[in-house]
């Protein structure tokens, strides 16, 4: 059973856990969830395709991420979390941009804070294993590419993330 730590409003910890995907979070409680965008020199960044067995967003595009679980640093989940989803290790890599928002639905009761951070890297489309139960294809596109799949509505948290891709 995998914990993710609860953090209060201000993303201090709680010293508190919850079980992965118990949604069931008071008001002002939140978990922590990374992104890794992997931007290339070219200006080429690595998105992902979930797959269709997904029950929310399937089949939509977004860059590797996934929840930070407990004792785990935002860092260290952001270098677990896109070396199991697309093969490529970041951890000695220094980020160009980190980015953090917070996310409200209390309806839901998931209260989240994302970080997301820019990883600029050298790498080739031989280098990218995919994480099979995660991933049902990648590419490398541009950012304008990006944009047209956000602007279909099927790239997630576009407009919240937006902000990395343009720096």
């Not at 709680?14 to 079980?19: A, I, P, S, Y």
């Not at 929310?56 to 640093?73: D, I, K, N, Q, Y």
């Amino acid at each position: 059973m995998e914990y993710w730590d609860i953090y209060d409003s201000e993303k201090r910890p709680t010293g508190r856990t919850m079980k992965k995907n118990d949604w069931n979070m008071k008001d002002g409680e939140y978990h922590l969830t990374v992104q890794g965008v992997l931007r290339r020199p070219d200006g080429k960044y690595l998105i992902t395709q979930r797959v269709a067995t997904k029950a929310w967003a399937p089949l939509w595009w977004e860059v590797s991420g996934g929840g930070a679980r407990a004792g785990e640093t935002s860092r260290q989940a952001v270098d677990r979390e896109v070396r199991e989803e697309t093969g490529i290790d970041v951890s000695g890599i220094k980020e160009d941009f980190i980015y953090t928002y917070r996310r409200d639905n209390p309806e839901e009761k998931d209260n989240y804070f994302v970080d997301t951070y820019l990883f600029t890297l050298d790498f080739d489309e031989r280098d990218v294993k995919v994480q099979e139960e995660e991933v049902a294809a990648f590419k490398l596109a541009s950012l304008e590419e990006i944009k047209e799949l956000a602007a279909k509505g099927i790239f997630m948290h576009y407009d919240s993330i937006k902000t990395v891709f343009e720096h």
